[in-house]
Each structure stands twice: as structure tokens, then as C-alpha cells.
């Protein structure tokens, strides 16, 4: 019954911005980890950045002073700011949710695209 809903993806140039949310409709336990999730053509999905219900943050290198995660409990959403792009940028990206009884939720991937 859980679904969550991507949005903010598209074409950018490099060095433009970019905001994507992540929404959970439906009924849905407290969130507990949120992430967002990157995954360019014949390349393996990898970590972007996570927030946890507490606030704490990780970024992955590529990510760090140019991304930023953040969340809103009431609202089920996580957003991500993207800051700087860069073509090498370009990916499907999927953020997950796991609410406080270790259950997983995935987006179903939002296309980000940057050009030089």
C-alpha cells in the first residue's frame, strides 16, 4: 500500500541545481533511515547520502559540500539539494525509507541529467 513518490529529477546544465523529494503515500510506520541512492548506466547503485531519524547525515565524497539531505517527519518526505552539478552527475536516482521496524520502502527512480 506504501508508495513513494520521486519528483524534481530532469535536464540541468553543469554547474545548475536540481531538488528532489521523496514522499511516502499511504500508511506508513515512523521513519526511522532515510537515503537517497544514485544509479548511472552500467554502473552499480551507490549510497548519494542518508539522514537518520535523529538528524545525523552522511554524504558520499562525490556528494560532500555540493549535496544536502534533509527531512520532514511530519510530511513522510525526504528532499535532496543538489548544488554544482556535474555531467558526471547523470544517473537514475532512488531514494529508500525504513521505518522504525526495519521495514524497506524504494522510490521507483528519478532520472537526473546533466549536460556540458
Known amino acids: 500500500q506504501v508508495q513513494l513518490v520521486e519528483s524534481g529529477g530532469g535536464l540541468v546544465q553543469a554547474g545548475g541545481s536540481l531538488r528532489l523529494s521523496c514522499a511516502a503515500s499511504?500508511?506508513?510506520?515512523?521513519?526511522?533511515?532515510l537515503g537517497w541512492y544514485r544509479q548511472a548506466p552500467g554502473k552499480s547503485r551507490e549510497l548519494v547520502a542518508t539522514?537518520?531519524?535523529?538528524?545525523?547525515?552522511n554524504y558520499a565524497d562525490f556528494g560532500k559540500g555540493r549535496f544536502t539531505i534533509s527531512r520532514d517527519n511530519a510530511k513522510n518526505t525526504v528532499y535532496l539539494q543538489m548544488n554544482s552539478l556535474k555531467p558526471e552527475d547523470t544517473a537514475v536516482y532512488y531514494c529508500?525509507?525504513?521505518?522504525?521496524?526495519?521495514?524497506?520502502?524504494w522510490g521507483q527512480g528519478t532520472q537526473v541529467t546533466v549536460s556540458s
Open positions: 499511504g500508511s506508513i510506520f515512523r521513519l526511522n533511515f
Open positions: 529508500k525509507m525504513v521505518d522504525i521496524f526495519s521495514k524497506e520502502y
Open positions: 539522514i537518520m531519524s535523529g538528524g545525523s547525515t
